[in-house]
């Protein structure tokens, strides 16, 4: 992972975070429906990312430690883009 502690992470700038959720939605076409996170009854979607994210606030700060902690990760793992999580095949091939 990251040498820096999460806490030690610098958020990355409302602008960056938006700019970023505008590249996965164009660029890695990303479908607007899927969903970004799930916590006890809230849904976020990935078009829900923009919005919350310019409103500020406790959501704003949180999506951008996504963010920012996803970018991390990647860049220790040396993966450029978005994370893919293929599940295993399973015997019989279905």
């Known amino acids: 992972m990251s040498d820096l502690p999460e806490e030690d ?3 990355v700038s409302v602008e960056e975070a ?4 505008r590249r996965w939605l ?7 429906e899927q969903i ?4 006890d009854a809230r849904t976020i979607y990935y078009k829900d990312l923009i919005p919350l994210l310019e409103a500020g606030g406790e959501d704003s700060r949180l999506i951008r430690f996504a ?3 996803g970018g991390a990760i990647r860049r220790a793992r ?3 883009g978005l994370l893919r999580i293929t599940p ?4 019989g091939g279905n």
């Open 9 to 11: 992470l610098p958020l």
């Open 18 to 21: 938006v700019a970023e959720v």
């Open 26 to 32: 164009t660029v890695e076409r990303v479908d607007p």
């Open 36 to 39: 970004f996170a799930m916590a």
């Open 67 to 69: 963010i920012t902690r």
């Open 78 to 80: 040396g993966a450029p």
């Open 88 to 91: 295993p095949e399973t015997p």
